[in-house]
């Protein structure tokens, strides 16, 4: 067996690689605090009931297990952050007013995901907490269109969706949990053979609604339009494509930004509560971010609060980031000169690099661009062009 081979679909990542990732998530992580978002670190290993609390099978099903020996309980690999900051929200922060708070961390699948060639990801997020309006999942919307920014991203798309569509639908029906993730599947991949025999079962108005999901996405005003006329008469359905409308409206303005609307795009569904969001962008067929309103998650915790947020792979980002990390360097003799060192310590301090060789000795780092020496003239050392 071949000693430095990885598990399928977990790879090294190689130094210019990591110094991009390294660098977009200092400078990310910096915007976020120019918002006023607190950094927190949740654990990679939690009780899996803690971990799995308010999300639904998908992550239970994408979850590393393992036994504690110290407890004897079953522990969970983290494969998603978003649950922990919930968590540290509702029970150890214990706050009364609006919280924001941000992460960057490792998360591993079980399985690899569907449209990825990896099982670990380098999440990072922004989440809101406190705020149960429309102006939170804007910020949290602004805010994920800034972090592509960064990344030098071009045009991005964002699919809009709302889990009070289905809330609404279904309100009169007492439907078990299997059945819903059932449904759920067939609206997804918008099956509509299946979800059609499927709904025999249900009221015709309620039928001919979920039909109507898989349909209803483009262009936002002519689905929102749409959906007013097609859809029954229900608060959370109302509430829902208002909260749409809104978000359009403001939203509209940004530029380099192409809005739509699939209101059967539902992943997330188990825990999403409200507005739903995912983000494209040319280069990548799966969404390069998701996010949405999770407002109950926290409950299960003990404190049920407002919530809004979003995530995405610090690793894919930096994959597809037209920027480029570099570094220009200066090489200096390796060798024992007290103005030497001292002329080092002064180019390292003020930012430059400075790498010291032997004599006959290349630089074989792909990280920096060696394009200057320090060379002794007289008395002193001085930056020359190689």
Same mark, same amino acid.
């Given at each position: 067996?071949?000693?430095?081979?990885?598990?399928?679909?977990?790879?090294?990542?190689?130094?210019?690689?990591?110094?991009?990732?390294?660098?977009?998530?200092?400078?990310?992580?910096?915007?976020?605090?120019?918002?006023?978002?607190?950094?927190?670190? /949740?654990?990679?290993?939690? +009780?899996?009931?803690?971990?799995?609390?308010?999300?639904?099978?998908?992550?239970?099903?994408?979850?590393? $297990?393992?036994?504690?020996?110290?407890? @004897?309980?079953?522990? @969970?690999?983290?494969?998603?952050?978003?649950?922990?900051?919930? #968590?540290?929200?509702?029970?150890?922060?214990?706050?009364?007013?609006?919280?924001?708070?941000?992460?960057?961390?490792? %998360?591993?699948?079980?399985?690899?995901?569907?449209?990825?060639?990896?099982?670990?990801?380098?999440?990072?997020?922004?989440?809101?907490?406190?705020?149960?309006?429309?102006? !939170?999942?804007?910020? !949290?919307?602004?805010?994920?269109?800034?972090?592509?920014?960064?990344? @030098?991203?071009?045009?991005?798309?964002?699919?809009?969706?709302?889990?009070?569509?289905?809330?609404?639908?279904?309100?009169?029906?007492? =439907?078990?949990?299997?059945?819903?993730?059932?449904?759920?599947? +067939? =609206?997804?991949?918008?099956? #509509?053979?299946?979800?059609?025999?499927?709904?025999?079962?249900?009221?015709?108005?309620?039928?001919?609604?979920?039909?109507?999901?898989?349909?209803?996405?483009?262009?936002?005003?002519?689905?929102?339009?749409? !959906?007013?006329?097609?859809?029954?008469?229900?608060?959370?359905?109302?509430?829902?494509?208002?909260?749409?409308?809104?978000?359009?409206?403001?939203?509209?303005?940004?530029? @380099?930004?192409?809005?739509?609307?699939?209101?059967?795009?539902?992943?997330?569904?188990?825990?999403?509560?409200?507005?739903?969001?995912?983000?494209?962008?040319? $280069?990548? /067929?799966?969404?390069?971010?998701?996010?949405?309103?999770?407002?109950?998650?926290?409950?299960? +915790?003990? #404190?049920?609060? /407002?919530?809004?947020?979003?995530?995405?792979?610090?690793?894919?980002?930096?994959?597809?980031?037209?920027?480029?990390?570099?570094?220009?360097?200066? %090489?200096?003799?390796?060798?024992?000169?007290?103005?030497?060192?001292?002329?080092?310590?002064?180019? #390292?301090?003020?930012?430059?690099?400075?790498?010291?060789?032997?004599?006959?000795?290349?630089?074989?780092?792909?990280?920096?661009?060696?394009?200057?020496?320090?060379?002794?003239?007289?008395?002193?050392?001085?930056?020359? $062009?190689?």
């Amino acid at each position: 067996m071949n000693r430095w081979l990885l598990p399928e679909d977990i790879a090294d990542v190689l130094p210019v690689e990591a110094r991009k990732v390294e660098t977009l998530r200092r400078s990310i992580l910096d915007l976020y605090q120019s918002y006023g978002y607190e950094l927190v670190a /949740p654990p990679i290993l939690e +009780f899996l009931d803690s971990l799995l609390t308010g999300t639904g099978s998908d992550l239970n099903l994408q979850t590393f $297990k393992l036994v504690d020996q110290l407890s @004897g309980r079953t522990l @969970g690999l983290r494969a998603d952050i978003t649950p922990q900051v919930a #968590r540290i929200d509702a029970h150890l922060l214990n706050r009364a007013g609006v919280t924001r708070l941000c992460y960057a961390g490792s %998360v591993a699948h079980a399985r690899t995901p569907v449209g990825s060639s990896a099982r670990e990801d380098l999440q990072l997020g922004a989440e809101i907490y406190g705020c149960a309006t429309w102006e !939170a999942d804007f910020e !949290a919307i602004t805010l994920l269109l800034k972090t592509l920014s960064i990344a @030098g991203l071009g045009k991005v798309y964002l699919d809009l969706s709302h889990a009070g569509i289905l809330t609404g639908i279904l309100a009169d029906q007492n =439907l078990d949990k299997e059945t819903i993730e059932t449904l759920y599947g +067939f =609206l997804q991949t918008k099956d #509509r053979p299946r979800l059609s025999q499927w709904a025999t079962c249900l009221p015709a108005n309620i039928s001919a609604a979920l039909m109507a999901l898989t349909e209803l996405n483009g262009p936002c005003a002519e689905v929102i339009s749409k !959906a007013k006329k097609v859809l029954p008469k229900h608060v959370a359905i109302d509430q829902a494509l208002a909260d749409l409308e809104r978000l359009v409206a403001a939203a509209s303005s940004a530029s @380099g930004l192409e809005l739509s609307i699939d209101l059967a795009d539902l992943r997330g569904y188990q825990y999403h509560s409200g507005v739903m969001f995912a983000a494209y962008i040319d $280069k990548l /067929p799966q969404p390069i971010a998701r996010g949405g309103r999770y407002d109950h998650v926290g409950q299960a +915790f003990g #404190r049920s609060r /407002p919530a809004t947020g979003f995530s995405l792979d610090l690793l894919t980002l930096a994959n597809l980031s037209p920027l480029q990390v570099r570094k220009q360097a200066i %090489v200096a003799p390796w060798i024992d000169d007290a103005a030497l060192n001292q002329a080092i310590a002064k180019l #390292r301090s003020s930012g430059e690099v400075v790498i010291q060789l032997m004599a006959d000795e290349t630089v074989e780092a792909a990280e920096y661009a060696c394009d200057r020496e320090l060379v002794k003239q007289g008395s002193s050392w001085e930056v020359k $062009k190689k």
